[in-house]
């Protein structure tokens, strides 16, 4: 089985397209992956991203609703993410996180407030993403979680591809 990721040279962004992730699904195309002149429909869809500062998960669909692939997104290592944009205090962030999930359709995962990374796996099995955080940013000493703070997995084939939650 094999993973398909968004090639940097798709040019398609579907009319009333909102965000970037939903351009790889409302055309239910996955750009990079065409053949003869014309996308292919049937790939497992992966979508990689970071640009936000935050860790999240989502299931991805096309425009009639069918579940097409997933996104898995990664925190930054020391740049603030939507806490420190938002000004918010330590004890507003789980009710931020809670109002984002009920705005954001299909959003699995999220975790505005930690610094760290991502770690991706893609096996003919599964694509899997395990995030990691940091104890601190603001020093040079800070310790890295040996076991992932939050795990999801997504396995390849239609009707399979929603993210699962995986014990970590």
Not at 27 to 43: I, N
Not at 67 to 94: D, K, N
């Amino acid at each position: 089985m094999t993973w398909c990721l968004p090639s940097p040279s798709c040019r398609h962004l579907p009319q009333g397209c909102r965000n970037p992730a939903t351009r790889f699904s409302s055309e239910r195309l996955v750009c990079g992956r065409e053949s003869g002149g014309r996308p292919q429909q049937d790939s497992n869809l992966v979508v990689l991203a970071g640009d936000t500062h935050n860790a999240w998960a989502n299931n991805l669909r096309d425009i009639d609703g069918r579940q097409i692939g997933v996104e898995f997104a990664t925190a930054s290592v020391t740049s603030p993410g939507l806490e420190g944009y938002l000004g918010l205090p330590a004890e507003m962030i789980p009710q931020a996180e809670q109002g984002i999930g009920l705005l954001v359709d299909d959003l699995d995962y999220l975790d505005i407030s930690q610094r760290g990374y991502m770690l991706v796996t893609f096996t003919p099995e599964h694509a899997r993403a395990d995030w990691y955080f940091v104890d601190t940013v603001k020093s040079r000493d800070y310790e890295a979680g040996q076991q992932p703070s939050a795990s999801r997995q997504v396995l390849p084939g239609e009707g399979q591809r929603s993210l699962q939650l995986l014990s970590s």
